[in-house]
């Protein structure tokens, strides 16, 4: 029933086509990049950025929701049967034929997987049929079932008739119509859009290629296009440019002054008709006034719509004469109103021009933090959501309000075992997230609000409960003293968060049996709300008696119970939680899988539900003090541990994950290193060769080939089969060469984002869980060659089978016994590392008989500690010095350090740390970035306490206060006190403040900017212990080198508030920035689960290895099968759509079908603007894209908007200083050089050259091509003397950096040579004119524009996408070393299984 009124993906014209994945792993985004790398390195990560403008979303849910569960059953047996499912289900479209009334017949292409209703959709938004709502489909005189699939339709088969029948109205059938007519009337009308309602959100593409690029690249390819194109950009777009103008962001659609077709549509006030009416078949009556003016009242009865005689005043529901009845009310109105029929035909035509993604709602709200002025119109479908609890179309469903905590889980109960299973599965799971969020953020706001009554309406306001359409919500207090030890309110604060981590956490394990909540957590207005599905039957009985697992008063009684123990037990392992024993308050050991917290309730359906599951990750010892406990030396050198708000702060997810990779890692350096000392001393008269046999019988036997016992990894390369050699090799050595026992070069080894492949080893993939790989890990190294014992053990997954043979050596188990010590597994004979969650929480006792385990567990649970401060945080610094992470506003910053396992509370300690790297000026942009976010965060905490203060009345008042003392120049910024639009002087102070904690409510009105920054100053030191430096938010701009402009953009989305788009004054000394009419509305804030499509991403993964692998065509068909999959689970607007179109639009590029590459990137660019935001830096990355594909397609002036609106973004979101803002003015130049616009040209490059000198360092190969690209400049102006200086330096850095003989040196030499010889001759022409006055004899001088194509050249190379020329005998040797090389590899893990020959080994498995 979920899924039913599901996507509308039908009416997506060419449907297979739209579209997925945001490159969830790290890793895979990388991976799209190394076959389109620059082997000479110049332009080498100039694509590196599509990683981190990636997602708003978390990443840590993606890290693992796969390898467990989920698709259970396609992560291992092999790809191939799921490539066949897919077909199955994919090729067997038909076309039918639809008769409608009144129109032509025509033809419909589906498929079988459809529903009926899919074609009800499609007609509904037909231009022609889009004015019917209420009719039937037959066949053959039968009417078709809505929810029946067409491929169980009896005789429907490739060119059946299908009649569209017009059916009698019911009430809900004639309200479903006037709201769908409403629909089509505001359907170009972006006001829902600014209001962020019903999932609309902006998208601006359009404005800047009038309309759709497919049509437009025909129009224009006349060739002569050069002469009129207007080049200059707007001024505050220019390089050096001060100004940040705001209007820009939101440019003027013209479509957007829509065609009035009605000015006055509206439900009738003599609703509902009488009794006697309702018997001749009256439903309802409209109030309808027409452009020209004419007042009608409107009848829906049965059959349709008429006017009756009904005025204002006095009911008359008689037909008016002249009588004429219509089935649809688009067909009245068009009789009664030409101004209708004119505007409406129009209107339709328009929007069915449109681009389906700019329309189709999105999974979840989009909000914009600015919007203009828009015009209130009065709309009565409107007004009635607004009183009414619907949400969505929710008459369709029997019973009114939704049972959501059945929904959410008989979606989970679903099968899976075959992929239709699985996409069904997840599809109705999804659907059913992205509206619980909806309703969720709903119940919140009108919480707040004060329109919902509370089940606890006795207690005072903080303490109040809610419940609201089957949802339960609480308030972020801390009530009845819950978390008096945890640190009281601030703790109450943070749970929620940490709570939701859990279960998306479990939620991504997807153990069957095991039940969590429904959990949406919404920040509005100063509070923190949460919002919780109901388990059933929990409100009838007290929390004691239910909770049958785990403690409600945080470890003084607890209890367990068997069933959890089994259920939770499945879990333990990929979430690494180790299973204990607590006493409880008789002393007796209790057994638990999870923190005390955590308490399992079974509902009345008999489900084992877990909830607070608050303390599912292992809590940070760098921020919490425990007497007694003494850190590592290398976090006490930082200053930690340090006391912080509440005791609540966990390790993250991502930080487990990479910490256990990194102790595997050694674990496996040290078994080998310890083996072959064994074996130096036992045989050095034994050839090496001999002990891939001797050693010990080997489970997976890895075919004894390393004869270099040395480096045993070396010779067997295990799972690489990348023909970029460039990218195998960083990844190579982190698990090789264990002879020299060099301590595992931290940061390379869990964050390696960028080595481009995650086929090496598995320990080398950031995300990819390495313990829970099933497959690869064993074999990937067994082949390591080492014959170590511990080999096979390696992996928990094989716990069971991996004790029988490998140890029967008593050395060998001695080895491992030794590794597992050093690197502390809770296995003597296997690698396992597992966290006991309850340690160091208050009021926790364990067993005296456990003492060693424990002190085992405080000993890990520290060495996290320090390998966060010691080697994450330097691992993202250097990530962001080599450029594979660029951050470029505060989202995509906390996601780089989301990713990394870092939680945001480090901020004050990686921002010390980039001020003491030597390296400090190439991090500049960085540490601005950091600081940003700082501010601002600290602004966000301090401005949620003032909203909290502030009645309804006050709200924008007060909000622009706040603004104008955060950011406004003006010194003494006063509050105007809302009082005197309208005075009451009856003090009735006396009704209880609904507001929760509002004292006299007007204390807000006393903050100045002085105190405002006095307190952010404070906020930094105690929250993140930096210093920040500035009393005033003009020495903060200054000291620091911000925007002001980015400052209002980042604490405007973070709080929620949406402010007016006009220009800002912020550094007038005589009046404040703001006034209270600026500020249009506030936003909630939300958080939510994001369920993920497996095997679609599973697809994804492969296809992106086998593009790596230089297979271009299957990589693409892959990427396009996964694209299906994407659609199908998600619809067609996702993030990780957006991610798969935009790769697929890079290999049409690649492989040289321009026209489709632009169509694909133009569908990521809306997607990317609806689904992240307008001014996200993915969306200002997809911009640039676009704009290379247009100027491919001959599309220049379209070519250079695009850049010039991407530049105006990053303006606003970062500044002109940043990395990425070289490689989007090297574009910028060299169109406008191709275009011959020399001059403006030049601003551009030389902006580059100084941004790439300042970020990659004067020597590097980048800085060399941009003086290669201002040179050709100079050239083309005939200014040889600069143009010779220019590339001068190019070369030396070539020479320098290459050497004399590669091919970019010689190039640039030729380049030299060629600039002498146009210098001389242009000399001597000069000469010869001095000479001879004006009759001398001059040779003509060769002054070239540059050609198309080589524009097109040098935009490919900076842009990081290379062409290799290949001839026919090239390919078929690149081919033979390819295969040559799975054979080895193929040699090397005999016994892997492994699906198909060519298929990457860590396909199936990772994620």
Known sequence: MVSKTDDIPASVPNCNSVDPAEGETPDSKESTKTVLKDPCGCAHSADTTMMNGNGAHDHSEEADSKPEGGSGADADPGEETNEQEVIVIQDTGFTVKIQAPGTEPFDLQVSPQEMVQEIHQVLMDREDTCHRTCFSLQLDGNVLDNFAELKSIEGLQEGSVLKVVEEPYTVREARIHVRHIRDLLKSMDPSDAYNGVDCNS????????????????????KGSELEQIDCTPPEHILPGSKERPIVPLQPQNKDWKPLQCLKVLTMSGWNPPPGNRKMHGDLMYLYIVTVEERHVSITASTRGFYLNQSTTYSFNPKPASPSFLSHSLVELLSQISPAFKKNFTALQKKRVQRHPFERIATPFQVYSWTAPQIDHAMDCVRAEDAY???????????????????????????????????????????????????????GAMAVIDGNVMAINPGE????????????FFSLGFDVRDHYRELGGDAAAHAAPTNDLNGVRAYGAVDVEGLYTLGTVVVDYRGYRVTAQSIIPGILEREQEQSVIYGSIDFGKTVVSHPKYLELLEKTSRPLKVQRHSVLNEKEAPVELCSSVECKGIIGNDGRHYILDLLRTFPPDLNFLTVEGEELPPECQRLGFPRAHRHRLACLRQELIEAFVEHRYLLFMKMAALQLMQQKANKDNKVPAVTDGTNAEPEPTNATPTPTENATPAASTEPTNSTPSESTDTPTAETNQTPESAQPPEAPTDDTTTTTTTNAEAPDTDTTATPQDNTEVPATAVTTNGTPEPAVAAVDGHQASRECESPLEDPKSREVVLNACKAVGSISDTSFDIRFNPDIFSPGVRFLDSSADAIQKQKQLLKDAAAFLVSCQIPSLVKDCLDHSALPMDGATLTEAFHQRGINIRYLGTVLEFVDKTPAKTQLEYFYRIGVTELITRCAKHIFKTYLQGVELSALSAAVSHFLNCFLSSYPDAVAHLPADELVSRRKNRKRRNRVPGGGDNTTWSSLTPAELWKNIVSEAQTYYHFTLQGESVDQAVEKYGLQKITLLREISVKAGIQILIKEYNFDSRHKPAFTEEDILNIFPVVKHVNPKASDAFHFFQSGQAKVQQGFLKEGCELINEALNLFNNVYGAMHMEICACLRLLARLNYIMGDHPEALNNQQKAVLMSERVLGIEHPNTIQEYMHLALYCFANGQLSTALKLLYRARYLMLMVCGEDHPEMALLDSNIGLVLHGVMEYDLSLRFLENALA???????????????????????????????????????????????????????????????????????????????????????????????????????????????IFIPLSQKDLENLKAEVQRRQMLQEATKSEEPEPSDDTPTDMPVDD
């Open 202 to 221: 902006l998208s601006f593409l359009s404005v800047f290629t009038d309309g759709d690029l497919g049509d437009s690249g025909k129009r224009k390819k």
């Open 388 to 442: 009414t609890s619907r949400l969505g179309y929710e008459e369709h469903i029997p019973g009114q309000t939704r049972d959501w905590n059945e929904e959410l889980q008989t979606t989970r109960e679903l099968p899976r075992k075959n992929l239709p299973e699985r996409l069904l599965r997840e599809r109705a799971i999804f659907k059913v997230h992205s509206d619980f969020a909806a309703a969720a953020t709903r």
């Open 460 to 471: 005072e306001t903080r303490m109040q409960m809610f419940i609201w359409n089957n949802i």
């Open 1251 to 1361: 941004i790439n000198s300042k970020y990659h360092g004067p020597r590097s190969l980048k800085v060399a091509l941009s003086h290669h690209l201002v040179a050709r400049v100079y050239e083309s102006k005939a200014e040889f003397r600069s143009a010779l200086q220019h590339e001068k330096e190019g070369y030396t850095i070539y020479k320098n950096q290459v050497g004399e003989t590669h091919e970019k040196t010689k190039e640039s030499s030729e380049y030299l040579k060629y600039l002498t010889q146009q210098a001389v001759a242009l000399q001597r022409t000069m000469n010869e004119i001095y000479k001879n006055g004006s009759n001398a004899s001059i040779m003509p001088l060769k002054f070239t524009a540059p050609s198309m194509a080589s524009v097109l050249e040098q935009l490919n190379i900076i842009n990081g996408i």
